[in-house]
């Protein structure tokens, strides 16, 4: 494979960004909530082996409140976990910031 890092440190390294949008939606076919976390796991793994980066997005909206445990899993088995919530479902978020949109949480930081 071209993105393992290499023995020896002088050879040029290739970078590889991977994007998964949807991540555990219904268009991926049906998931378990235990093999969305084995697949994560498994990813972040081969990342670490390689120089390749991965950013996903996850319809958590599609799996609240049931599978909140399966969230909190997915967000530790994360490097990093960036939040977006739409002010369009809470009328009192909405008044209070009329010219916003939403709101931007970053519950974990990636570390080096």
């Known amino acids: 494979m071209r993105f393992r890092l290499p023995h020896d440190p002088s050879k040029p390294r290739k970078a590889l960004r991977i994007a998964l949008a949807s991540f555990g939606s ?3 076919g ?4 235990s093999s969305l976390y084995l ?3 498994r990813l972040r ?3 670490r082996q390689s120089s390749a980066s991965a950013i996903l997005t996850f319809p958590a909206h599609l799996y609240r409140p049931s599978h909140a445990s ?3 899993r997915l967000e530790h088995a994360s490097d ?3 939040e977006l919530e739409s002010f369009a479902s809470s009328p009192l978020s909405l008044a ?3 010219r916003h949109n939403g709101i931007l949480r970053i519950p974990k930081l990636p570390s080096i």
């Open 80 to 82: 990093g976990v960036i």
């Open 26 to 28: 219904p268009s991926w």
């Open 45 to 47: 793994t081969l990342l």
């Open 70 to 72: 399966l969230i909190t």
């Open 96 to 98: 209070a910031f009329p």
């Open 39 to 41: 697949f994560l796991h």
């Open 30 to 33: 049906t998931a378990s909530p």
